[in-house]
T-cell receptor, first 112, second 114 residues
């Protein structure tokens, strides 16, 4: 079945540091890939997505590239801010399968 | 546009009782999904409803059930509550048949079983 493995947290960085949160997946066919973010006390919000190999999703300074050869979708940001502190979830949706499969989430804390 | 709304925000029950959680999707969305977010376990898929029918079910026991009403709102019922059912229950919606469109999540119902 489909599965997502993402970097264990928590991750603590200083403001303006470079961020990478690793995500790898297992799926048959050609899944769509997503990053969701959960701010304290809120539900999940879509951060970015990519629907085919070599696509790059980007939003709010975050980027992730769909790498089929390494089955990865790592999240990156060049300069993090305190407001980026949240839990980040990598997710995939298999072709023809409407449910999303999520990773376990990575808690990110940015200190000033 | 109003987002996905869930009620109640918090729910406290004792072991063995039943819990009912409610979800109203975004207007025009006919697919509703339920996820359980237990501490340290990420999001586990529970149920998917579309056009009033149950389309898929996660690996949960039968005491987790639900339904979708004609107005596309949905209810999740958990019978014979156990301590490990304590979690944040998230509802999400999207238009039917839009495979690559994102899920829109509510803020969740935090269920505590004592």
């Amino acid at each position: 079945g489909n599965s997502v493995t993402q970097m264990e947290g928590p991750v603590t960085l200083s403001e303006e540091a470079f961020l990478t949160i690793n995500c790898t997946y297992t799926a048959t066919g050609y899944p769509s890939l997503f990053w969701y973010v959960q701010y304290p006390g809120e539900g999940l919000q879509l951060l970015l997505k990519a629907t085919k190999a070599d696509d790059k999703g980007s939003n709010k300074g975050f980027e992730a590239t769909y790498r089929k050869e390494t089955t990865s979708f790592h999240l990156e940001k060049g300069s993090v801010q305190v407001s980026d502190s949240a839990v980040y979830f990598c997710a995939l949706q298999g072709f023809g399968n409407e449910k999303l499969t999520f990773g376990t989430g990575t808690r990110l804390t940015i200190i000033p | 546009e109003a987002g996905v709304t869930q009620s109640p925000t918090h729910l406290i029950k004792t072991r063995g009782q039943q819990a009912t959680l409610r979800c109203s999707p975004i207007s025009g969305h006919t697919s509703v999904y339920w996820y359980q977010q237990a501490l340290g376990l990420g999001l586990q898929f529970l149920l998917w409803y579309d056009e009033g029918e149950e389309r898929n079910r996660g690996n949960f026991p039968p005491r987790f059930s639900g339904r979708q009403f004609p107005n596309y709102s949905s209810e999740l019922n958990v019978n014979a509550l156990e301590l490990e059912d304590s979690a944040l229950y998230l509802c999400a919606s999207r238009p039917s048949g839009t495979q690559n469109s994102p899920l829109h999540f509510g803020n969740g119902t935090r269920l505590t079983v004592t």
